[in-house]
Each structure stands twice: as structure tokens, then as C-alpha cells.
């Protein structure tokens, strides 16, 4: 079945410096990817999605591209702040076999010291 | 502006108790979801709907019922509730055909002793 696999966290880095986590996924199908970040005490919220094969999705300086070839889906940031603090979840919804759902990773918790 | 929102936000059940987690949204869409989340397993799907009147099975539903009275509520019942059921419950909307988001609720920490 369908599934996404996501940098194991938690992961620390010091303000300033660059983040990637990586996501890649498995599905026969042609899906939407989307990356989703949880705040502390608050519900997931949508960081941004991309719904085609080699377009980038960015958002709040978090950028990623859809690689089809390598079915890779990373996040990047240039430069982290200590507000990108949270759990970030890539996940995929696959129209054609799971309609409506949303398969999730286990999630990357970072933390970011000022 | 169009929301999620669940109650009770925080909740404290005894083991063989009946709890009912309740989720609302005004986004208008024909989808609703229960997940619940846990240290190492992400969020995990319990229960989904296509629409009033409808309920599906998700992921992991074993202990779990749905009910679907209206295109704008989605209600978690746990008729037996047990310890290994407490987590954190997030209801969302969305998912509709040709979006595909979902839009997540402020959710709900349920202890059950």
C-alpha cells in the first residue's frame, strides 16, 4: 500500500543554520504531496502542497520540490528561525486508490536554539 | 472565517465509561476525518465520512464508532473506553475531490483511568 517515510527525529538545530527533512514516498498512483506543521498544543496546519510531478511548493521560506523519478518530497529552509520550532508531517493523498485520505509520515519534530 | 473546532478540548474518562468527542467545521466540505496521535506513530486514521448519514473505516477503528447526523458534525464514540485509548483526537474536513487538503481542528486530550 501506499507510504511516506520521513527524517526520524527529534532534530536540533542552532538558529541561523539550514534545515532539510527528508520525505520520500511509495504509491502506484499519481498524488498530491503536502507537507503539514503542528505547533505546540495546536492541530496540524497546512504548510503547502504541490500537486504535480517537478513543480516546488514553498511557503513561510520552506520550500519542496516534487521528484517523481526519485519519489522524493524534501523540505528546505535556508535559514531557521526558533518560531519553526514544531512537528512537521509530509504526507499524500492518492486519488486514485484512496480518495479523500491523506497518508501521513511519522512525523519530524525540530527544535531550534536561538 | 471557516473553521474546525472540537469538544470538549480536554476530557478525564474512567475505564468502561462512555465518551463522546464531538468536531464541527463551517468549511463546507463533504469530508470528515478522526485521527488520534501518539508519541511514534504520527497521526493515525480512525474513522472517515463522506457525508451526512455516511461512516467509514479507517486505519485503526477497532474500539471506535462514527456518526455522521450532519454535513457540518462528526462525532468519535468510544462506548468501552479503555486506558490504551488515551491520545490526543484531531478531527478535520477537506479532502473533497480535486483539493485534497484537510483542514485540522485545535483537538481534543483524552485520559482515560
Known amino acids: 500500500g501506499d507510504s511516506v517515510t520521513q527524517t526520524e527525529g527529534p532534530v536540533t538545530l542552532s538558529e541561523g543554520t539550514s534545515l532539510t527533512v527528508n520525505c520520500s514516498y511509495e504509491t502506484k498512483q499519481y498524488p498530491t504531496l503536502f507537507w503539514y506543521v503542528q505547533y505546540p498544543g495546536e492541530g496540524p496546519q497546512l504548510l503547502f502542497k504541490v500537486p504535480k510531478a517537478n513543480e516546488k511548493g514553498s511557503n513561510r521560506g520552506f520550500e519542496a520540490t516534487y521528484n517523481k523519478e526519485a519519489t522524493s518530497f524534501h523540505l528546505q529552509k535556508a535559514s531557521v528561525q526558533e518560531s519553526d520550532s514544531a512537528v512537521y508531517y509530509c504526507?499524500?493523498?492518492?486519488?486514485?486508490?484512496?480518495?479523500?485520505?491523506?497518508?501521513f509520515g511519522q512525523g519530524t519534530k525540530l527544535s531550534i536554539k536561538p | 472565517e471557516a473553521a474546525v473546532t472540537q469538544s470538549p478540548r480536554n476530557k478525564v474518562a474512567v475505564t468502561g465509561g462512555k465518551v463522546t468527542l464531538s468536531c464541527n467545521q463551517t468549511n463546507n466540505h463533504n469530508n470528515m476525518y478522526w485521527y488520534r496521535q501518539d508519541t511514534g506513530h504520527g497521526l493515525r486514521l480512525i474513522h472517515y465520512s463522506y457525508g451526512a448519514g455516511s461512516t467509514e473505516k479507517g486505519d485503526i477503528p477497532d474500539g471506535y464508532k462514527a456518526s455522521r447526523p450532519s454535513q457540518e458534525n462528526f462525532s468519535l464514540i468510544l462506548e468501552l473506553a479503555t486506558p490504551s485509548q488515551t491520545s490526543v483526537y484531531f478531527c478535520?474536513?477537506?479532502?473533497?475531490?480535486?483539493?485534497?487538503?484537510?483542514?485540522f481542528g485545535p483537538g481534543t486530550r483524552l485520559t482515560v483511568l
Open positions: 504526507a499524500l493523498s492518492d486519488p486514485g486508490y484512496n480518495q479523500g485520505k491523506l497518508i
Open positions: 478535520a474536513s477537506g479532502g473533497d475531490w480535486g483539493e485534497y487538503e484537510q483542514y
